[in-house]
């Protein structure tokens, strides 16, 4: 997903670094008329890429539930928020296509509210990622197993990563700074934390996926641990 | 987690016995979150350095007197954090709950204080966006006192678990984990203090 | 149950004074008391602040007896971004 996304986010529309939120409206407008051609195939590129991060959270559902046995409200949760994090990519970004639709024959400021839109719902929708970062701590922390689903440090990494997500809540607040959809703190720092994230919990799905799948052999000598083995606290 | 360096057993002096306090993960996160703030902090001086006397200025605003008595607080209740630890360590399950609620009750203070701070900026129509100087005290301060917050989650954790008899070494790692957590709120408001209100 | 006497402070208890006493001092410094410009005074709080961060990660974190690794990791933080606050402070 990150790939697409990127490719068609980043190198096709040249939409990372994001426009400037202090830009008047008629900077902004002749912005998106003059590159229209590629902001739009660059979206449709990343629409698709966003659609293929719908398992992501499957999959770490799955071995969330590993960890918690059949009754499992963390791994659900998890997936709950974590299948949120597509729709609140493609969403934003239609707007953004919208914005990028006709502004050559539109109010500017109508084609500033659409961008606005779009980059405050991109950059600032972070409580679903902040929510499915904790509750995987959670679940990482709380693994009472032997040979644990996933690292003790992944739980603590995705506490940090809830934490770095945190500041890109307050777009809403800013135009220019840190603090704004184009600032260190509230887009740089999350979107670098995120793709650590997804890196770190795919490199990690792999393991506990062949570990998982070690278990189940019958001659493996491990005893397979019956599901549902983790207490919380 | 205790690891024991490699000893030479030529020489005659022993080695000192190393100790990890908490896990190699805690580590990641907390040395983590130092570093994002240390961002933060350089962050701020370099745009307090475009208009210093702004940011003088706008500090005048701030009562230091708070911001002292913030971080006794936080010193005190680190203290009792760290008697407490040692007294589980020894297998205590009486002193170590008083003493974290000791430093809930330090961190429940902060929180007092901070809401009077931020009651009296606001009502003199100081906001987040009246300048720059109050964009990052607000959201400095705010990110801070989020990991107050969190920290006091952590305290009530250890409030609870300090009482069971039988712990295990995983656990025992996981609270002295969380008492380095509180000590890193600690230590950020350490830093906080003099940049927002003493260094002009 | 003993008393707090008997869980040894092993020196906590004074580094809790010790670092009580550097907040005040700079409290004092920062409302503008003291020698110097405010210059000078602004980098001595901020080198005390970085002394009381070492206090607080080598007694109350436990770091003194804490690997190798850790502690050079710690002490380079302390170091780094005391001299950047400091750079950035003047240079401003």
């Given at each position: 997903?990150?790939?697409v996304?990127?490719?068609?986010?980043?190198?096709v529309?040249?939409?990372?670094?994001?426009?400037?939120?202090?830009w008047?409206?008629?900077?902004?407008?002749?912005?998106l008329?003059?590159?229209?051609?590629r902001?739009?195939i660059?979206?449709v590129?990343?629409?698709?890429g966003?659609?293929?991060?719908?398992?992501?959270p499957?999959a770490?559902?799955l071995?969330l539930?590993?960890i918690e046995?059949?009754a499992?409200p963390?791994?659900?949760?998890?997936?709950?928020?974590g299948?949120l994090?597509?729709?609140?990519f493609?969403f934003?970004m239609f707007?953004m296509?919208a914005?990028a639709y006709r502004?050559?024959?539109r109010?500017?400021?109508i084609?500033?509210?659409?961008?606005?839109?779009?980059?405050?719902a991109?950059?600032?929708?972070?409580?679903?990622?902040?929510?499915?970062?904790?509750?995987?701590?959670?679940?990482?922390?709380?693994?009472?197993?032997?040979?644990?689903?996933?690292?003790?440090w992944?739980?603590?990494?995705?506490?940090w990563?809830?934490l770095?997500?945190?500041?890109?809540l307050?777009?809403?607040?800013f135009?220019?700074?840190p603090?704004?959809?184009?600032?260190?703190?509230?887009?740089?720092?999350p979107l670098?934390?995120f793709t650590a994230?997804?890196v770190?919990?795919?490199?990690?799905?792999l393991?506990?996926?062949?570990q998982?799948?070690?278990?189940?052999l019958?001659?493996?000598?491990?005893?397979p641990?019956?599901v549902g083995?983790?207490r919380l606290? | 987690m205790a690891t024991i360096?490699?000893?030479?057993?030529q020489t005659?002096a022993p080695?000192?016995?190393?100790?990890?306090?908490?896990?190699?993960?805690?580590?990641?996160?907390?040395?983590?979150?130092m570093t994002?703030?240390?961002?933060?902090?350089?962050?701020?001086?370099y745009?307090?350095?475009?208009?210093?006397?702004?940011?003088?200025?706008?500090?005048?605003?701030?009562?230091p007197?708070?911001?002292?008595?913030?971080?006794?607080?936080?010193?005190?209740?680190s203290?009792c954090?760290?008697?407490?630890?040692?007294a589980?360590r020894?297998r205590?399950?009486r002193?170590?709950?008083?003493l974290?609620?000791?430093?809930?009750?330090?961190?429940?203070?902060?929180?007092?204080?901070?809401?009077?701070?931020?009651?009296e900026?606001?009502s003199a129509?100081?906001t987040p966006a009246?300048n720059?100087?109050?964009m990052?005290?607000?959201?400095?301060?705010?990110?801070h006192?989020?990991?107050?917050?969190?920290?006091?989650g952590?305290?009530?954790?250890l409030?609870?678990?300090s009482?069971?008899?039988?712990l295990?070494?995983r656990r025992?790692?996981?609270?002295?984990?969380?008492?380095?957590?509180w000590?890193?709120v600690?230590l950020?408001?350490i830093?906080?203090?003099?940049?927002?209100?003493?260094v002009? | 149950?003993?008393g707090?006497?008997?869980v040894?402070?092993?020196?906590?208890?004074?580094?809790w004074?010790?670092?009580?006493a550097?907040?005040?001092?700079?409290?004092?410094?920062?409302?503008?008391?003291?020698?110097?410009?405010a210059?000078?005074?602004?980098?001595l709080?901020l080198?005390?602040a970085?002394?009381?961060?070492?206090?607080?990660g080598?007694?109350?974190m436990?770091?003194?007896?804490?690997p190798t690794?850790?502690?050079?990791?710690f002490e380079?933080?302390?170091?780094a971004?005391?001299?950047?606050?400091?750079?950035?402070?003047?240079?401003?």
């Amino acid at each position: 997903m990150m790939v697409v996304f990127g490719i068609g986010f980043w190198g096709v529309a040249r939409l990372i670094p994001p426009p400037v939120p202090s830009w008047s409206a008629t900077e902004l407008a002749g912005y998106l008329t003059e590159h229209q051609t590629r902001i739009r195939i660059g979206l449709v590129i990343a629409m698709l890429g966003a659609a293929l991060g719908f398992g992501f959270p499957v999959a770490i559902m799955l071995q969330l539930r590993r960890i918690e046995g059949p009754a499992s409200p963390l791994a659900y949760l998890q997936l709950v928020t974590g299948l949120l994090t597509p729709p609140l990519f493609i969403f934003p970004m239609f707007a953004m296509a919208a914005s990028a639709y006709r502004p050559e024959s539109r109010a500017p400021e109508i084609t500033q509210a659409l961008n606005d839109l779009g980059w405050l719902a991109l950059v600032g929708f972070g409580g679903p990622a902040i929510l499915q970062s904790i509750v995987i701590a959670i679940a990482v922390l709380s693994d009472r197993r032997a040979d644990p689903v996933f690292p003790r440090w992944v739980g603590y990494f995705n506490v940090w990563a809830a934490l770095l997500f945190l500041p890109g809540l307050l777009v809403i607040c800013f135009h220019t700074g840190p603090f704004a959809w184009n600032g260190v703190f509230a887009f740089w720092v999350p979107l670098t934390i995120f793709t650590a994230w997804y890196v770190v919990m795919a490199a990690m799905l792999l393991r506990a996926i062949s570990q998982e799948e070690r278990e189940a052999l019958p001659d493996s000598g491990a005893t397979p641990v019956p599901v549902g083995q983790a207490r919380l606290g | 987690m205790a690891t024991i360096s490699d000893g030479d057993t030529q020489t005659a002096a022993p080695r000192p016995h190393r100790h990890l306090p908490g896990e190699e993960g805690t580590w990641v996160l907390i040395l983590g979150d130092m570093t994002v703030f240390a961002v933060f902090f350089a962050t701020y001086l370099y745009y307090r350095g475009e208009q210093p006397e702004l940011f003088a200025e706008s500090a005048q605003s701030l009562e230091p007197g708070f911001g002292v008595i913030n971080t006794l607080l936080l010193l005190t209740s680190s203290l009792c954090v760290v008697i407490g630890i040692r007294a589980v360590r020894r297998r205590r399950t009486r002193l170590p709950p008083a003493l974290f609620a000791g430093s809930l009750a330090c961190g429940l203070g902060f929180s007092a204080v901070k809401f009077v701070e931020y009651r009296e900026l606001l009502s003199a129509g100081i906001t987040p966006a009246t300048n720059s100087f109050f964009m990052y005290y607000f959201v400095l301060t705010g990110l801070h006192f989020f990991h107050l917050v969190l920290g006091m989650g952590v305290l009530v954790y250890l409030i609870r678990v300090s009482r069971l008899p039988e712990l295990g070494a995983r656990r025992l790692a996981f609270m002295e984990g969380g008492a380095c957590f509180w000590h890193m709120v600690d230590l950020l408001w350490i830093v906080l203090f003099p940049l927002l209100y003493l260094v002009r | 149950m003993g008393g707090l006497r008997s869980v040894p402070g092993d020196r906590v208890g004074a580094v809790w004074v010790v670092l009580v006493a550097a907040t005040l001092l700079s409290f004092w410094l920062g409302t503008d008391h003291g020698l110097g410009s405010a210059e000078a005074r602004g980098v001595l709080i901020l080198v005390v602040a970085f002394v009381k961060i070492r206090f607080v990660g080598r007694y109350f974190m436990e770091l003194r007896t804490a690997p190798t690794p850790l502690r050079v990791l710690f002490e380079g933080w302390c170091l780094a971004v005391c001299l950047a606050l400091i750079a950035f402070y003047l240079l401003g």
